[in-house]
């Protein structure tokens, strides 16, 4: 079943932190680009981190620093860890393949997992 499981989000103070796990079935992972993304209420999903399958890394100039983007391979598995955490990082945040498309990583797929909801109190 090709499918993407997100988890390890929660409810946060300011400064804090948050390690975020996806899961995705072998179709997805194997071999492509993974990358996350959030959506905050009434904005569109935008793209915080990608890893490529040899493990270069590319970071929103809003997560440069804070944020650090992992994978597991031989578990199918991309992770964020989250420090620094601040308010405007409050977002559902989802992973999927990407693909690098002009000057921007989009997903690969057009369906997503449930996604994990992060919180950051002020």
């Known amino acids: 079943q090709v499918q993407l499981v997100e988890s390890g989000g929660g409810l946060v103070q300011a400064g804090g932190s948050l390690r975020l796990s996806c899961v995705a079935s072998?179709?997805?992972?194997?071999?492509?680009?993974m990358g996350w993304y959030r959506q905050a209420p009434g904005k569109q999903r935008d793209v915080v981190a990608t890893i490529a399958s040899g493990g270069s890394t590319n970071y929103a100039d809003s997560v440069k620093g804070r944020f650090t983007i992992s994978r597991d391979n031989a578990r199918n598995t991309v992770y964020l860890q989250m420090n620094s955490l601040k308010p405007e990082d409050t977002a559902v945040y989802y992973c999927n393949a990407a693909a690098f498309v002009i000057s921007s990583w989009l997903p690969r797929r057009g369906s997503w997992g449930q996604g994990t909801q992060v919180t950051v109190s002020s």
């Open positions: 072998e179709t997805i992972f194997s071999g492509n680009t």
